[in-house]
Every structure is written in C-alpha cells, then in structure tokens.
C-alpha cells in the first residue's frame, strides 16, 4: 500500500508541474517514475523457508509477495517547445520549453495506483474479518 502511495504522490507531482519552465536546477521540470521491486526475498525463497521445495531452508519466515519502491528515476525526455515571445523563460528565437507531460497518461498512471491501493485496502480489510471469524470460533 505504501509503494501505490507514493505512485500517486509521484504522479501528482509530475501533474502539478506539467507547466512549470524553470526549476532550481534549470529548465523545465522533468516526469519521474516510480520503480517497483519484489518485497520480501520473492515467493521460492519463501517457500523454502516454510520448508516446502528444495534446498536449505534457511530462509527462516520470509513474507511472500509484495512490492517496495526501488527508487524514483527522472524521465529524460526532451522538453517540448513551444512558441511564446512574451514568456520569461523564451530562448532568442521565442520558444519556450515545457516539460514533456500528457496529462492523459498521468491520469491513467493515478487511476491504476488508486485502484491497486483500493484493492489493497479490500484484501487487508478481507483478512482482518477472516482472522475475526476464527477467533469467534476458538471461543
């Protein structure tokens, strides 16, 4: 849930500056992308851990499943140009460069990590009443 999270706070950011032409560093903004990793030491090495598969097991209780942010890269796109005489941040000729965002891929990008952290949510809220029932039992 925490990796779908910072997708979004990432595409939202890259949204927010769509317009933006000068940065701290200089130039436009540049999109960043979140990328994705397996959590956990991946689902063999859990298995072995639990003693299922070959090999050691040494592994010892390894969660399966999941992903973890690997790291936040820079898009590094070319600008695109526009024509605006009258912008501050317009070159000798009058173009001025602007980030290379659609703003349609960024709203897909948003969609996908607010429906994946939703049924993230689903499947969490689906085991807590799970371990609630089995515990109704055993009483």
């Known amino acids: 849930m925490t990796a779908e999270r910072v997708r979004a706070e990432v595409v939202a950011s890259n949204m927010a500056n769509a317009e933006t032409t000068r940065t701290a ?11 994705f990793q397996e959590a ?7 298995m072995q851990g639990q003693g ?6 040494s592994a010892g ?11 936040i ?4 796109s070319a600008p695109l140009e526009r ?14 460069a602007y980030p290379d965002i659609n703003p349609l891929t960024e709203m897909v990008d948003l969609m996908g990590a607010t429906r994946a952290y939703g049924m993230n949510a ?12 089995s515990l109704d039992i055993l009483k």
């Open 40 to 46: 956990g030491g991946g689902f063999a090495q859990a």
């Open 52 to 57: 299922f598969g070959m090999g050691s097991s």
């Open 122 to 133: 689903s499947a969490l809220q689906a085991e807590k009443s799970m371990m609630s029932a």
């Open 25 to 35: 560093t200089g130039g436009p903004y540049q999109r960043q992308h979140v990328v």
């Open 73 to 76: 890269v820079t898009d590094n």
């Open 61 to 71: 209780g390894v969660t399966p499943g999941g992903v973890e942010i690997s790291g």
């Open 83 to 96: 024509y605006d005489p009258g912008h501050p941040d317009a070159d000798a000729n009058g173009f001025v």
